[in-house]
């Protein structure tokens, strides 16, 4: 079982910029694909970003295309989310998981092992 820990949220002003971390711990971390999710308010939760188990790989919503990137170190178990240029629409709890197969997986059902998310609001 892995477990799994965000930080890095917080308040920040539109256009601004954040890392999110995910540390984790116990069970296949470095074999697993790892993504990021969020969820705003009365909205189901949404796929933002994914990575491979070596970090070769990376799969994106369109939505932060260009704006994101995904990154991981394994030595350190630790998978980080670069917020670029962000807007009022990215304010949301943004979650990390670990992925049962791949890091096309798009889909929450796809993701077994869940953080207990980091608020992230964006202020126009």
């Known amino acids: 079982q892995v477990q799994l820990v965000e930080s890095g949220g917080g308040l920040v002003q539109a256009g601004g910029s954040l890392r999110l971390s995910c540390a984790a711990s116990?069970?296949?971390?470095?074999?697993?694909?790892m993504g990021w999710f969020r969820q705003a308010p009365g909205k189901e939760r949404e796929f933002v970003a994914a990575i491979s188990w070596s970090g070769i790989r990376t799969n994106y919503a369109a939505s932060v295309k260009g704006r994101a990137t995904i990154s991981r170190d394994n030595a350190k178990n630790t998978v980080y989310l670069q917020m670029n240029s962000l807007k009022p629409e990215d304010t949301a709890v943004y979650y990390c998981?670990?992925?049962?197969?791949?890091?096309?997986?798009?889909?929450?059902?796809?993701?077994?092992?869940w953080g207990q998310g980091t608020q992230v609001t964006v202020s126009s």
């Open positions: 116990g069970g296949t971390f470095r074999s697993s694909p």
């Open positions: 998981a670990a992925g049962r197969a791949s890091y096309r997986d798009q889909s929450p059902a796809d993701y077994n092992y």
